[in-house]
Every structure is written in C-alpha cells, then in structure tokens.
C-alpha cells in the first residue's frame, strides 16, 4: 500500500532552517517524481518544488528559489526539502505528493500531476 510521510516540521525563527523529509512506501520510489507543497491558513495549497523520478530534473516556486533545495535518496526511499532563510510568510503545512507518471524526466508544479499525498507537517517561522 502506498503510503508517503512526511517529518522534520516545527517551529523555527525567522532566518532558520529546517529539513523535511517524505518517507515513501509501497512504490518503487525511483520510478516516480515527488512534489512538494504547502498550505497556510486561509490559501490555497500550492507547489513549491519538485523532483524528476531520476533527480535529473528539478522545479522551484519563485518565491523559494534559492533557500530551498530538493533532493532524493532513492536507496533510502526518502525525498528531502532543505529549507534555509526561512520567513513568516514560509509558514504553512507542508506535503508531499507522488507523481501519477511514471519515468518522469521532468516534473511540474500543478497539483493535477499528484494523485497520493502525504498528510503533512506543520512548519512554522516565527520569533
């Protein structure tokens, strides 16, 4: 059974760090990419960043260009967010979800392209 988990959320001041973590299960995780994305309170959820099913290919919301950094480690099954310079305005639940194509080379931040999510982690920037 596919399952997706996310982990590493939490409170954190502003100009901090933090790393999530999406643990995938039940699916040969190097066949799919695997998206990002967050939801504050009161928004829509949207797209922050994603990964191609190889690595080979990676996408980035603009506003988190440059602070966040995805990356996966296939043999550990586990998708990564390095979130860095982290603002207010980066407050939201954060989640991870799977690609519905296989063997993606490319990856897209429309959340159409995801069909399982994970449940999320909160993460919250503030002093």
């Known amino acids: 059974q596919l399952q997706l988990v996310e982990s590493g959320g939490g409170l954190v001041q502003p100009g901090g760090s933090l790393r999530l973590s999406c643990a995938v299960s039940g699916v040969t995780l190097a066949n799919y990419g695997i998206g990002w994305f967050r939801q504050a309170p009161g928004k829509e959820r949207e797209g922050i960043s994603c990964?191609?099913?190889?690595?080979?290919?990676?996408n980035y919301r603009d506003s988190v260009k440059g602070r966040f950094t995805i990356s996966r480690d296939n043999a550990k099954t586990t998708v990564y967010l390095q979130m860095d310079s982290l603002k207010p305005e980066d407050t939201a639940v954060y989640y991870c979800?799977?690609?519905?194509?296989?063997?993606?080379?490319?990856?897209?931040?429309?959340?159409?392209?995801?069909?399982?999510w994970g449940q999320g982690t909160q993460v919250t920037v503030s002093s």
């Open positions: 979800a799977r690609d519905w194509r296989p063997y993606s080379a490319s990856c897209v931040l429309g959340k159409e392209s995801y069909n399982f």
């Open positions: 990964i191609s099913s190889r690595g080979s290919a990676t």
